[in-house]
């Protein structure tokens, strides 16, 4: 089966899902989506970037990204929030300091192992916050959602039919295959994603709210796509995963998502 139909196969599965979960006024569906990508995407950075510790290691670093992240999303509390920061990083040091196995690597195996709570627990979790913040609601996380997606569409459309004809390389260390001309596809999919969602499900944008949202979030997530690149490239994987047939694993699918979201989320709070 090509890797194209099994993409259309996990899509046929998922999306539905999804839109139920977002149109659901209960912030809860969401919530569990977000849940399975954080547990999912931790458990693929863990074994990714720390393949040799032990899988208590990489559980903890698991549970203690999950944690923290649900703390942000559901204790708006900013004391509370920082007491939370502040257990999660020292969970790390005091844990490396007791299991630090071999004393000349500690430092990186800690340092990734608290990078990868903050990068695969924190930064997709304003998803489940669009729908917690009243001003705000799902429309924002179609928003998101297709900004990011539609943006892939078109560097694939762009890349593939015009590639030929522009091959110029975007960044060939990081990422040998993205071409320059690809990315402005991508940027011309989210402006019409964009466009549609101003005409469609969210009147309230203007048409400045429409460019000063695509423009940075496109560059964003293709910047998030080349993060994830490097960090592949890095340990020497071609995929995060296997967890979504077609796609490879939850980071492969969401590494433009964990820029994006941000960005999304502290544009449409101070704006609306």
Not at 34 to 58: H, N
Not at 216 to 233: C, F, M, T, W, Y
């Amino acid at each position: 089966m090509s890797n194209l139909v099994l993409r259309f196969l996990t899509a046929v599965v998922a999306v539905p899902l999804l839109i139920l979960a977002i149109q659901w006024n209960e912030p809860y569906g969401v919530w569990a989506w977000i849940l399975i990508a954080q547990v999912a995407g931790l458990r693929e950075w863990m074994k990714m970037t720390l393949p040799a510790e032990p899988a208590v290691t990489r559980w903890l670093g698991v549970l203690a990204g999950v944690a923290y992240g649900n703390l942000l999303c559901w204790v708006p509390d900013a004391h509370i929030q920082m007491f939370g920061l502040f257990g999660v990083t020292a969970l790390g040091l005091l844990y490396f300091l007791f299991a630090h196995g071999n004393i000349e690597t500690v430092a990186s195996r800690m340092s990734m192992w608290t990078l990868g709570i903050f990068y695969a627990g924190v930064l997709i979790v304003p998803l489940v916050m669009f729908k917690t913040t009243p001003k705000l609601g799902g429309g924002f996380i179609y928003l998101c959602l297709t900004s990011a997606w539609v943006s892939d569409t078109g560097a694939y459309f762009a890349g593939r039919f015009l590639g030929p004809f522009v091959p110029a390389k975007l960044w060939p260390a990081v990422s040998p295959k993205k071409t320059w001309i690809g990315s402005i596809g991508g940027l011309v999919g989210s402006v019409l994603a964009l466009v549609v969602a101003k005409l469609w499900y969210l009147p309230m944008l203007s048409w400045v709210d429409v460019f000063a949202i695509a423009i940075p979030a496109n560059i964003l997530g293709q910047l998030g796509d080349l993060v994830e690149s490097l960090i592949k490239r890095s340990v020497g994987v071609k995929d995060s995963g296997v967890l979504l047939p077609g796609h490879g694993g939850m980071l492969d699918r969401i590494d433009a998502l964990l820029l994006v979201v941000p960005y999304v989320y502290a544009y449409a709070y101070l704006r609306f």
